[in-house]
C-alpha cells in the first residue's frame, strides 16, 4: 500500500548559518534533501513538498524598496507568488538533478497555489508573521514595516491570516498520483472571495497549509523540516528539554504553559494538531538533513494523537 508523505520545508532551513542564501547555496542545500527524498521514493513512500519563504519573500520586498525608483512596487501577494516560483525552481532543479543521476524518472512539478482566506481574520489588525532577515538597529527600515525585537534583532511582521481552502486542491492531489507535487510554498498566495479571487497582502504560515495540504492528498505522515533538530521545552534556556515523543494532549499542556513561541514552534505544533485530527497518522518535526532518520524513528520530535 502506498502511503503519502508531506514535507513541508522551512524557508530559514535552506537556508545554513553563514551563508548569504544565494540561488546557488539554497540548491546545494536542496540537494541534501533530494537524497533523503530519493530514499524514502524507493521505500514506497509517494512525496508531495511545500516550503516556506519567510527569509526570501523578505529580500524579495527589500529589493522592492531598494529600486522602487526605478521599477513599480509589487505588492506583497505578489511577491509571495513570485518566492513560489523561484523556490519551486530551487526544489525542481535539486530534485530533478539527483532523482534522474540515480536512475529515476520521477517527475518534479512545481503548482503555483492560491489559498483562500478570510478577509475578517484578526491576523489583518495584529501582524506576527516574520519575514525578512534580522536587523541590529531600527535605523534605516522603513516606517510602514511593524517591528518586533526578537534575541536575533529586529525582524519585520506581516498578516498571517489562516488559510481556509487550497484554491487548486483537486488538481494538486491528481498531480501527486503521478509526480512529487511542490505545492502551497510560502503558504499559498492568499486570496479572498471579492467577484472572483483577489490577492491580498499577507503571507499565510506554511505550517498550517502543510496541514491543509495533507488532507488534500491523503498523507499519512507530515514531517515539517526545519533548522533544529528536536521541539524543546524552555528553548535556549538553562533547563532547554528536548521531546522525542508527545501526544497532542501533552502538547497541548505545554503550549498553555508558555512553551512553543507563536512565530516560530508555535504554528507547527498547532498545525501537527490539524493534521492528525483530519485523520493524519504521524507528525515529525526535525532539522531538514535528518528527515530519513527522523522517519525512521531515530531522531526528531514524533507526535501522535
Known sequence: MVRTLVIALGGNALIKPGQKGTAEQQIANLEQVAE???SLYNRGWRIVITHGNGPQVGRILLRQEKAKDYAPQLPLYVCVAESQGMIGYYIQEAFTNFLRRKGLRIPVVT??????????DPAFRKPEKPIGPYYQTRKG????????NTIKGFRRVVASPRPKEIVEAREIKKISREAMVIACG??????????GLVGVDAVID??????????????HTLAILTD???VYLNYRKSNQKKLTHATLEQLKD??????FAPGSMGPKIQAAAQFLRSGGKRVVITHIDCLEKAMDGEWGTHIKR
Not at 510560502?186 to 467577484?195: A, E, L, Q, T
Not at 505545554?254 to 512553551?259: D, L, P, T
Open 228 to 230: 533544529v533538530d528536536f
Open 141 to 148: 527600515l522603513s516606517r510602514k514595516w511593524t517591528l518586533v
Open 206 to 219: 506554511k505550517d498550517y497549509s502543510a496541514a491543509k495540504l495533507g488532507k488534500v492528498v491523503g498523507a
Open 111 to 120: 503548482v503555483v497555489t492560491q489559498v483562500l482566506v478570510d478577509p475578517q
Open 254 to 259: 505545554y503550549q498553555s504553559h508558555g512553551h
Open 186 to 195: 510560502g503558504g499559498g498566495i492568499p486570496v479572498i472571495k471579492k467577484r
Open 36 to 38: 533523503q527524498v530519493a
